[in-house]
């Protein structure tokens, strides 16, 4: 089992503020993903990191690549409601044939 | 297109059942997955197929059995249900090599089934 741990498990802010979450592993990414899941439906993919220390930015959504390639972060600047879900960090190979899920960080945004 | 399309949507089994969860996906992708989700968690891996007639383990076979005849079709199969297979079962699909220039190795995930073994 490839373990990823996120944190934190559960996060409730006001509308407006800023929050980051975060993917940890105690051993060397490939790549990874980050997926925003709403309730009742799967999965969508916000964004995909392979190089260390990368950085991607997808609106208010900055994602960042640890150097070391063991960890990685989710920043949101002025949360929406909209932003409310379940946030998953996913890692595989350099195959791509398997992906490994962290247990999540569940936002709600309140406004 | 439909995308990727799971059927049923809830399905409640007693213990020792069986039942097979279809999935179908029109994009004409190679890789499809079956993931399960229990509540407040993230995906686990259950088989995943490269191709027709190719399928492989993941991280929780145990109790599940997959077929992949076609490259339309990846159902997967409960033998003897259990109350722990209670959750709720992702099927996804994707196209490409992996990182193929161009794209994000995106997973497109299908609705879900939600199973309840009592």
């Known amino acids: 089992t490839q373990l990823l741990e996120q944190s934190p498990q559960f996060l409730s802010i006001q509308e407006g503020e800023n929050l980051t979450v975060y993917c940890n592993s105690s051993?060397?990414?490939?790549?990874l993903q980050w997926y925003r899941q709403e309730p009742g439906e799967g999965p969508v993919l916000l964004v995909t990191v392979v190089t260390g220390g990368e950085v991607k930015k997808l609106k208010r959504l900055t994602f960042q690549f640890g150097d070391a390639r063991k960890d990685s972060s989710l920043h949101i600047t002025a949360a929406q409601p909209g932003d409310t879900g379940l946030y998953l960090c996913a890692r595989t190979p350099n195959t791509g044939n398997q992906f490994y899920f962290g247990t999540g960080t569940s936002l709600t945004v309140i406004p | 297109n439909a995308g990727v399309t799971q059927t049923p949507k809830f399905r409640i089994l007693k213990i020792g059942q069986s039942m097979t969860l279809q999935c179908t996906q029109d994009m004409n992708h190679n890789y499809m997955y079956w993931y399960r989700q229990d509540p407040g968690m993230g995906l686990k891996l259950i088989y995943y197929?490269?191709?027709?007639?190719?399928?492989d383990k993941g991280e929780v076979p145990n109790g599940y059995n997959v077929s992949r005849s076609t490259t339309e079709d990846f159902p997967l199969r409960l033998e003897l249900a259990a109350p722990s297979q209670t959750s709720v079962y992702f099927c996804?699909?994707?196209?490409?090599?992996?990182?193929?220039?161009?794209?994000?190795?995106?997973?497109?995930f299908g609705p879900g089934t939600r199973l309840t073994v009592l």
């Open positions: 197929s490269v191709g027709a007639g190719i399928t």
């Open positions: 051993s060397v990414f490939s790549s």
């Open positions: 996804a699909s994707r196209d490409h090599p992996w990182l193929a220039s161009g794209t994000k190795g995106e997973q497109f």
